[in-house]
């Protein structure tokens, strides 16, 4: 688990304050880090390209292109196309031209593209023509490119038109929250935090938000010989007018470990699996529920809030626009909710957090997912999507191992079952939130198979093989 920040120019101050850098240290640094990435990638005559812009982060970019000049047989070139506004990128420019490395006018055919434009301080979206030609121009080249901090074109805030669009991002001193919204995970490409010559532990500071990563996850192994099924809790698992969504649910939750798994019905229904028990009530020893998979309109509210009861619940899907969510998350209870962003924007509508479009909701995850827990702190929030969303507090997990290879129905069923699970085997709502969907995400990307072809039922029988 790593600390997310929204900016890091505090990080690079307290660097200069606390540990004796300056700012031309850490950029001397910045260009080591992308410099060990081009060569370690690249044979000697690669010909290198740096489009730097008139700021700092241009400025990282003429530095690297000195430093590539010492390695034997490359060829950087620099190009220029606003000069340069900083008293660094002048004394780089400098440099260079003392050592004759070329400035050429124009974008041109290269093995590496190096997008050195706009850094981390960009706080608008771009829409200037000269930067729009010169970032169609970066992208139309079929060379390998890396982005220098952030790809070029992408703000602060997460807004961006016509953006760089990478192979590889070097982003300097720790990760930015920017880096892992949705949109961006298209142009940003494999993300890589270049080190500027301090230990991790030094430069990092206090965060509400942090990335996940797979050594993050804690499975249900069972280390216990002396067990049994009450051993590994009990989720029931609410059935409505569409039958199937449930059942996914209720496999993943077996799958995924649970000792039992009943399923709450009206009326029975004919030949349920037999792998399930299929009852009319929650059945005494039930930890944890799973509501609206399918739910549709076979239950009223009153019906749903008896059987839930005061046992912890996992509200998906239908349940999502139903006033007992309301109530429940109003109540404190650590509820946990699992949205796509169109459940989402319902959600934020019934909570009378505002009107939003599904469009906004995705230009928004990660403010929005904070307004909503900062209201109801209690709440554990699952914000499906190409980077996950968990959110908690004032607290933020971003699981960035999603694929499309998830985009499916059927595969949030499969969600809200292993948290149900989990829950009902011992962890915390707030943990189970988080080791299902690293687990989700995970098992998704072990899948050999056509990445248009995984079914949930192929995602549920991945379970079985993580470790």
């Not at 050195?116 to 771009?126: E, V």
């Not at 990760?175 to 949109?183: N, Q, S, W, Y």
């Not at 998979?293 to 809030?305: C, K, N, Q």
């Not at 909570?351 to 990660?366: A, H, K, P, S």
């Amino acid at each position: 688990m790593v600390a997310l920040y929204e900016s890091v120019e505090h990080l690079d101050k307290r660097a200069v304050e606390s540990f004796f850098m300056s700012e031309e240290l850490l950029m001397e640094h910045a260009a080591l880090a992308m410099k060990r990435e081009i060569i370690s990638r690249f044979p000697s005559g690669a010909k290198v390209l740096i489009v730097s812009g008139s700021g700092n982060n241009g400025a990282d970019g003429l530095a690297l292109a000195r430093l590539l000049a010492m390695e034997k047989g490359f060829l950087p070139s620099v190009y220029l196309p606003f000069g340069t506004s900083t008293w660094l990128g002048s004394k780089q420019l400098e440099r260079l031209k003392a050592l004759g490395i070329e400035s050429v006018g124009e974008i041109r055919e290269c093995d590496v593209l190096v997008d050195a434009l706009f850094g981390s301080g960009f706080k608008r979206k771009l829409e200037d023509e000269g930067a729009t030609v010169i970032l169609s121009a970066m992208n139309s080249l079929r060379a390998f490119k890396i982005a220098c901090d952030i790809p070029s074109g992408v703000s602060v805030d997460g807004s961006f038109g016509i953006t760089a669009k990478v192979d590889l991002t070097v982003t300097m001193g720790a990760p930015k929250l920017v880096l892992f919204t949705d949109r961006i995970k298209d142009f940003a490409g494999r993300i890589i935090v270049g080190d500027l010559g301090l230990p991790k532990e030094a430069f990092a500071a206090h965060s509400d938000s942090f990335l996940l990563e797979r050594s993050d996850m804690k499975l249900p192994l069972r280390n216990v010989q002396d067990s049994h099924k009450g051993s590994y809790g009990h989720l029931a698992v609410v059935m409505g007018d569409k039958p199937g969504a449930a059942l996914l649910s209720a496999f993943a939750s077996m799958r995924f470990g649970a000792g039992l798994t009943t399923v709450i019905t009206k009326s029975r229904v004919q030949q349920l699996p037999p792998d399930l028990i299929q009852v009319r009530r929650p059945l005494a020893g039930t930890l944890a529920i799973a509501v609206g998979m399918g739910l549709g309109e076979a239950y009223v509210d009153e019906e749903i809030t008896a059987m839930i009861a005061d046992l912890p619940v996992v509200i998906d899907a239908d349940a999502l626009y139903r006033p007992f969510t309301l109530d429940l998350i109003k109540s404190g209870r650590n509820v946990v909710l699992t949205p796509h962003p169109k459940e989402f924007a319902a959600l934020l509508r019934l909570c009378d957090l505002g009107e939003y479009t599904i469009e906004e909701v995705q230009e928004n995850r990660l403010a929005l997912s904070l307004t909503f827990s900062n209201t109801f702190p209690n709440a554990i929030l699952i914000l499906k999507g190409a980077n996950v969303i968990v959110a908690n507090g004032r607290r933020r997990f971003l699981n960035p191992l999603g694929s499309p290879v998830l985009a499916k129905g059927g595969s949030g069923d499969v969600l809200s079952g292993m948290v149900g699970s989990l829950i009902a085997q011992g962890y915390s709502p707030l943990e189970a939130a988080i080791n299902a969907s690293l687990a989700h995400t995970i098992a998704a990307s072990n899948f050999k198979g056509a990445n248009y072809s995984m079914t949930p039922s192929d995602l549920i029988e991945e379970l079985r093989y993580l470790a």
